[in-house]
């Protein structure tokens, strides 16, 4: 039997021998048998442009590049885990700015980054987060002495209410005494052992771990922590208890009230979340609509860059040990200068305010259908206190002394803003055909996961096209004819397979992927990425043209030499 004949008998769904089905499967291996697939559209999920690092504050800039280019990671990672550390930073000593009259923001960030396996979460985080777990160990040791001493405070003021209370019993000009002693020692308060930082917390216990930790909690994990513990949620098909997760970013109150369990009250919860995630969990929770009606994900900033896994030199350098021993002394001093004045409310200065303004205002438009917000309104639209947000952790990091954020913090911070808009726009396309999209996000969860092959069975535990496409076997077959036809993905046997799922079985079902999937969806991506960076340094320039409007004259019109981007020549005009 040659090839051809092969390939037709397995096409035909005939049964092979396994000498056949090995020379099969080299056939797939090699290529040889797939013609190149079909491009799409709007499906490609470019990975923007690399965190804009100069934005950061120089010390927290060193220490990001220190930290990407050392262990080979794309400059989000630890760019999120620092603005992460910064953020519990800000958040613990309850900073505030003042936008514009009783309206304030705080610090608290949601962040989370998506990275595949293996593509070296864990070390690039322990390195960002390691300031943060030595200040959350002297806040526990200190609450320890001061809960110590409290305790028995307490104890003393028990026992000699008890005995003022038998004494009372006896002798009834005793009971003003007892009673008391009995107020004295209700108002000696046992302060709880805090514990500053989770690495995963259900959302029915968020709420709960905030009260134990006075309204106070960050969520740094390298696992998804909370993210995933919600992908668990899509699978059972039941919505989780949100609200704790979503007024602790808008500081809200929470007021939890079950039969049969304590109630949960906390008057300004504020938590921060930054922690790692898999690609293809966060394209499923952006396309749940319990998930996009209560705004969960609206509230992160997200982004999913460039895996560098397979391109890296693996030469294993330690980090610069300067570099990050001064960021973590600039982390700790920075957490003992808030700490010294907690609660402080901060303000924007004029310019800062007018710059805030001139952004929301030129950005609003993109939020009408048709725009290029649409699709993530909701998003969109939190960005303008994300900006006030991130704009007051760069003036504490830098001048925290004064009382006014100024425009050159909130420049940057519009900046990073874009930048992650960026990978929101790249994360949820407007206008796709859903099989066309579930294909794709099919696709890249087998090259994440590194499988070849695949079975119906396999993709429905795995849940990745749960929450798009539903969980029946059926529920595959839109999305797997649209990829073959276009030739991204084979199924076996060919004649039967669909019937066979539309009936609700899988047995014998094969999904193959192109051999070369992941050179054409890098193809696909650069593409877009071409034309995002465009629209990003589009969006650059209407920023600096925000930014000059306020804070300098217009320059004189020069003429410019031609310039390249992207290798292509641009004509400038004076």
């Known amino acids: 039997m040659d090839d051809e004949q092969l390939v037709a008998a397995a096409k035909a769904g005939r049964r092979l021998e396994p000498e056949l089905l090995r020379r099969l499967e080299q056939l797939f291996d090699a290529g040889a048998l797939w013609n190149e697939p079909e491009p799409f559209e709007n499906v490609a999920n470019p990975a923007p442009i690399d965190f804009p690092t100069a934005e950061l504050p120089d010390w927290v800039r060193a220490q990001v590049c220190n930290v990407a280019e050392v262990l080979e990671v794309p400059a989000d990672l630890p760019a999120s885990m620092a603005l992460g550390v910064l953020s519990m930073v800000a958040t613990m000593a309850r900073a505030a700015v003042t936008v514009s009259g009783n309206y304030t923001e705080t610090p608290n960030l949601y962040l989370v980054c998506g990275m595949p396996p293996g593509s070296g979460k864990s070390p690039a985080v322990k390195n960002m987060v390691k300031p943060l777990y030595t200040i959350a160990e002297k806040v526990a040791a200190d609450d320890q002495a001061a809960n110590r001493d409290a305790s028995q405070r307490r104890r003393i003021a028990d026992e000699r209410t008890k005995k003022a209370e038998r004494a009372a019993a006896k002798d009834q000009d005793m009971e003003a005494d007892a009673r008391q002693l009995a107020i004295d020692a209700e108002q000696i308060v046992v302060p709880p052992v805090r514990q500053l930082i989770a690495n995963d917390v259900t959302p029915e216990a968020f709420a709960q771990a905030l009260a134990d930790n006075g309204g106070t909690l960050s969520l740094v994990s390298d696992e998804g922590g909370v993210i995933e513990g919600l992908g668990r949620y899509l699978d059972k098909g039941k919505p989780p208890n949100l609200d704790g997760i979503l007024q602790a970013w808008s500081g809200g109150s929470i007021n939890i009230r079950r039969k049969g369990t304590e109630a949960v009250v906390i008057d300004d919860p504020r938590a921060v979340i930054a922690i790692t995630a898999q690609p293809h969990t966060l394209r499923r929770m952006l396309a749940d609509t319990e998930f996009e009606a209560r705004g969960l994900l609206d509230r992160f900033l997200i982004s999913v860059p460039q895996s560098k896994v397979g391109y890296r030199t693996k030469l294993l350098l330690p980090v610069d040990q300067a570099t990050s021993k001064e960021w973590s002394t600039r982390v700790i001093e920075l957490h003992h200068t808030l700490t010294a004045n907690p609660g402080r409310l901060y303000g924007l200065d004029t310019d800062a305010k007018s710059l805030l303004i001139g952004w929301e205002q030129a950005t609003e438009p993109n939020r009408k259908p048709g725009g290029t917000h649409h699709q993530i309104v909701g998003l969109s639209s939190k960005m303008q206190a994300t900006a006030a947000r991130l704009a007051l952790i760069f003036h504490l990091c830098d001048q925290p002394e004064l009382d006014n954020v100024d425009a050159v913090s909130m420049a940057h911070a519009l900046r990073v803003v874009e930048h992650y808009l960026g990978h929101a726009k790249a994360l949820k396309p407007a ?31 795995s849940s990745v096209l749960r929450a798009t496409h539903g969980a029946t076997y059926a529920a595959l077959i839109g999305p797997l004819t649209r990829m073959e036809r276009s030739g991204w993905l084979r199924v076996t046997p060919a004649q039967t397979w669909a019937d066979s799922l539309r009936a609700g079985k899988a047995t014998n079902i094969t999904i193959l992927i192109h051999p070369a999937a992941g050179t054409h969806l890098d193809r696909l991506e650069q593409t877009a990425e071409r034309e995002q960076i465009i629209d990003h340094f589009d969006a650059t320039a209407n920023t600096e043209r925000v930014i000059g409007l306020h804070l300098q004259p217009e320059p004189e019109p020069q003429p410019q030499p031609g310039s390249y981007l992207l290798g292509e020549p641009q004509e400038t005009s004076p």
């Open 431 to 461: 206008d796709v055909d859903p099989d066309v999209a579930g294909g794709f996000t099919l696709v890249r969860w087998m090259l994440e996961q590194h499988h070849m092959s695949c079975t119906p069975r396999e993709v429905s535990r």
